[in-house]
C-alpha cells in the first residue's frame, strides 16, 4: 500500500467549550482539503501515542488509503489530552464526544459526514454518542460492546459480582496515572501528571458501590431506550469474547438500518482475529462507510442481517489459533427459522419427555470453575476454558441419549427450573458442555445467576431459606455444531471461582426433576449459507512495530496445598499489548514503554471468605532524560458483610518518588 497517498499529523489539539483541549491522532488523504473526505473517530482512553500505537496505525492508514480522514481522540484525562478522568462513560466523556464530532465537521477537509467506531470501550461509547444523535454522526461500527453496563459488562454478570471488576479496575486506576508525553503536552506535563495520581481513585470499589442495576448503571445503557439510536449500526463480536451476546439483543431491539457479524473471535478485531479465522474485517469496513457516507452502492445492505460462525466440536484446549467451522447466515433477528427443543430435567438425564417429579440437594466446592478460563478471552495462552470433567464432578449433571443425528445451535439457550436454597443469599451457575464419546467435556456455553436477582437486577431479594422459586436463566448466545455420537450435558452448581466471587456462605442448593428443562435453539441447514459472497483474506497498512527489549512469558498456574485443601490460581504477563515483553521500544517517537501484572486469586476448597483476589501492576514510559514509573498493588478480600479493598499506587520520576496513594475501604455486600 501506496503510504505517500495520506499524510499522518502526530498531534492536533481539538477545542472543548470549556477551554479544554483533547489530542488527536489524524491521518488524512493528501489531497483532502481540495477534496474533503468523511472522517471516522475512534475515542478512547488508551493513549494513542505510545501503547495503542501499533494496534492502531494499520486500521486508520488503511482506511485514510481509502478516502476517510481518521482521528484517534484521547479521552479528557488520558494520553496527551488535558484533565483527570477516574470512570466510565461519564456525562463528561459524551458531551466532549459531541463537541468533537461538531469540530470535526466543521474542518475544511472533512465532508461534513462522521462515523465514529471502536472496540469494547470505543464500542461502548460509540453506542452511547449514537442516541445522542447528533447531526454529523451518519453511521457507527460498533466492535466488542454491550447494551447494557450492568447486566454484560465487566462488572456484574447474572447479578454476581465478577472478579474482572477488579482485574480491570485496577489496571483503569493504573492507566489514570500515566502522565501525558512531554513532547506533545509541553511544560504543562508534570502539572497534568501530578493533578491526575491527586484524583485517582479506586475504579473497582466505585463499582461494587452498585450491585444492583439502579440509576448510575441505566446512564450509558443504550438498552434504556434502543429507539434513541437513529443512525445505521454494524454490530461485530466473537465467541470467545466476553460481549458476544449483545450483538443479537441488538440486532432484536433496534429500529435502523444494522448488521450483525459474529466470529470465532476472542476480543480483538477481525482482521486479527484470533481463535481464527481471521478475516477481510477492514474491507467490510471500508464497504460499510463507502455505503453511508460516501453514498455509494457497495451491496453490503443487500446482505443477510446476521451472519455467524457455526464452530465445529474440537477438544477443549488452553487456545486456539483456530477454531474450524462454516458462516451461516440469517436474514433477520430472532430469526423465525430456529427452532427452540424442549429438553426435561429428569434424575441426571435431559429427556424429550419430563420424568417422575423428585428432588435432590448439593453444594459445589468453592474452587470449582478454575477450568473455566477467563471471563473475557483476547487471544492469549491459556485462557480458553479447559476440559470441564473436574467441575462435571463438582456439580449436579443431566445429559442427553447419543445424539443419533448432528444438530447445529444458533442464539441462547434457556434454562428454566425449581429451586430451594438453605441460605438468603445463592448463586446458580449453568453449565452448557458437549461430551465426546471419549468422555471428554468442552463447556459451549453458560449462564450465572444471583437467585436474589431472580425477578429482577434493579430490586434484588433475599431469599427465604427452604422456600421453592421457579427461576429463568439465559445463557450465552452460541454458534455451535454438535455432531452424531456426542452427548449434550448441562452442570449445576453452587459456585463458579475465580469467574465470580463466592456466596457469604456455604450453600446448599435442592433442585426439583421432572419440572425444569433446558430450551436449545436449532437451527436447520439453509443452502443459502453456502451462496453467500465469501470474505475476502485479511489486509492492513504497514504499521511500525514495537521492539522488543526484554521478553516476558506468560505463565498460568495452579498450586493446590493438599494440607490445607488451599487453591492458589496465579497469571503472569505483558498484559497483551506488547507481544511478549515486559519492555518495547517505539522507534518512531524513541520511547520505550512497559507493562506486567500478576494477577493471583486465593480459596479454601471450603470457606467462600477465604477468597482474595491480588493484582500487581508496573508500567513505564521512558526516553532519554525522561524515566517515568507507576507501580500499583491491588487486594480484596471480603467478611460475610463487607468487601474488603486495598490498594498502594506510587509514581516515579527519574526513580524519585513524586506521588503516592493508599486506600482501604469497605462495601457492604448487599446480597452478594
Known amino acids: 500500500m501506496d503510504l505517500t497517498r495520506i499524510e499522518e499529523i502526530e498531534n492536533v489539539w481539538i477545542p472543548m ?3 479544554a483541549r483533547l489530542a488527536a491522532r489524524l491521518w488524512r488523504p493528501v489531497d483532502c482539503i481540495s477534496r474533503p473526505v468523511p472522517a471516522l473517530l475512534e475515542y478512547l482512553p488508551y493513549r494513542k501515542r505510545d501503547f495503542m500505537r501499533s494496534r492502531d496505525e494499520p486500521m486508520h492508514r488503511y482506511l485514510a488509503m481509502s478516502g476517510y480522514a481518521c482521528l484517534r481522540v484521547d479521552l479528557r484525562g488520558s494520553g496527551d489530552s488535558d484533565g483527570t478522568m477516574t470512570d466510565e462513560y461519564t456525562q463528561r466523556e459524551l458531551e466532549d464526544a459531541l463537541a468533537v464530532i461538531a469540530w470535526i465537521a466543521e474542518q475544511p477537509w472533512c465532508t461534513g459526514a462522521v462515523g465514529m467506531t471502536g472496540i469494547s470501550w470505543g464500542g461502548f461509547n460509540a453506542l452511547q454518542v449514537a442516541a445522542l444523535r447528533p447531526p454529523a454522526l451518519k453511521a457507527i461500527i460498533s466492535l466488542c460492546a454491550a447494551d447494557d453496563r450492568y447486566s454484560d459488562d465487566a462488572h456484574y454478570k447474572g447479578g454476581c459480582l465478577l472478579n474482572e471488576n477488579m482485574q480491570w479496575g485496577s489496571i483503569l486506576t493504573l492507566y489514570n496515572t500515566l502522565p501525558p508525553d512531554p513532547e506533545i503536552a509541553g511544560e504543562s506535563w508534570r502539572q497534568t501528571w501530578l493533578d491526575r495520581i491527586a484524583a485517582a481513585e479506586p475504579a473497582p470499589v466505585n463499582w461494587m458501590r452498585h450491585p444492583a442495576r439502579d440509576a448510575y448503571w441505566q446512564h450509558g445503557s443504550v438498552a434504556e431506550d434502543y429507539d434513541a439510536i437513529g443512525c445505521p449500526v454494524f454490530l461485530v463480536g466473537g465467541w470467545a469474547d466476553g460481549y458476544s451476546n449483545a450483538v443479537p439483543r441488538l440486532l432484536q431491539h433496534l429500529d435502523v438500518p444494522r448488521l450483525g457479524l459474529i466470529g470465532p473471535w476472542a476480543h480483538t478485531f477481525p482482521h486479527d482475529g484470533v481463535p481464527g479465522p481471521a478475516i477481510g474485517y477492514l474491507q467490510e469496513a471500508r464497504r460499510w462507510w463507502d455505503h453511508w457516507l460516501k453514498g455509494e452502492d457497495t451491496g453490503i445492505m443487500d446482505e443477510p442481517m446476521l451472519r455467524a460462525w457455526i464452530q465445529d466440536s474440537v477438544p477443549p484446549a488452553p487456545q486456539y489459533q483456530l477454531r474450524p467451522g462454516r458462516w451461516a447466515v440469517e436474514h433477520a433477528w430472532p430469526s423465525p427459522r430456529i427452532e427452540r427443543q424442549r429438553l426435561w430435567l429428569n434424575w441426571g438425564h435431559l429427556a424429550d419427555t419430563p420424568g417422575e417429579i423428585d428432588e435432590v440437594s448439593f453444594s459445589s466446592p468453592h474452587t470449582l470453575g478454575v477450568r473455566a478460563g477467563e471471563w473475557c478471552g483476547f487471544g492469549s495462552e491459556g485462557e480458553a476454558p479447559r476440559d470441564q470433567r473436574a467441575d462435571d464432578g463438582g456439580s449436579l449433571v443431566f445429559d442427553t441419549d447419543i445424539l443419533e443425528q448432528g444438530i447445529d445451535l444458533l442464539g441462547a439457550p434457556e434454562l428454566e427450573l425449581e429451586v430451594c436454597a438453605d441460605r438468603p443469599v445463592a448463586f446458580l451457575v449453568a453449565r452448557l458442555c458437549d461430551v465426546a464419546p471419549d468422555g471428554t467435556s468442552a463447556r459451549i456455553s453458560y449462564g450465572i445467576l444471583n437467585l436474589c436477582h431472580r ?21 450465552d448466545d452460541l454458534g455451535q455444531a454438535i455432531p452424531a455420537g456426542h452427548r449434550l450435558r448441562i452442570g449445576l452448581s453452587t459456585g463458579y471461582w475465580p469467574m465470580i466471587w463466592p456466596a457469604p456462605e456455604p450453600v446448599t442448593l435442592s433442585v426439583r426433576f421432572g419440572t425444569g428443562h433446558l430450551d436449545l435453539p436449532v437451527r436447520p441447514p439453509a443452502p443459502a449459507d453456502a451462496a453467500m459472497r465469501p470474505f475476502d483474506e485479511p489486509v492492513a497498512a504497514e504499521a511500525a512495530r514495537h521492539k522488543k527489549l526484554q521478553h516476558l512469558d506468560m505463565r498460568r498456574t495452579i498450586e493446590i496445598d493438599l494440607t ?76 460475610a458483610e463487607t468487601f474488603q479493598f486495598t490498594g498502594d499506587l506510587e509514581a516515579f520520576e527519574n526513580e524519585v518518588s513524586v506521588g503516592a496513594r493508599h486506600w482501604t475501604q469497605s462495601v457492604p455486600r448487599r446480597l452478594l
Open 564 to 639: 490445607t485443601n488451599e487453591m492458589i490460581y496465579t497469571l503472569k504477563g505483558d498484559g497483551g499489548e506488547l507481544g511478549g515483553a515486559s519492555l518495547a521500544r517505539i522507534e518512531a517517537i524513541g520511547l520505550d514503554i512497559g507493562y506486567t501484572m500478576m494477577k493471583r486469586y486465593r480459596i479454601l476448597e471450603d470457606d467462600p471468605l477465604s477468597a482474595e483476589t491480588e493484582l500487581v501492576q508496573t508500567a513505564i514510559l521512558k526516553r532519554a532524560g525522561w524515566h517515568i514509573r507507576i507501580e500499583c498493588r491491588t487486594r480484596m478480600t471480603a467478611t
Open 17 to 19: 467549550p470549556d477551554g
Open 455 to 475: 425477578d429482577s437486577h434493579a430490586e434484588p431479594e433475599a431469599l427465604t431459606p427452604g422456600h421453592w422459586y421457579r427461576v429463568k436463566l439465559k445463557l
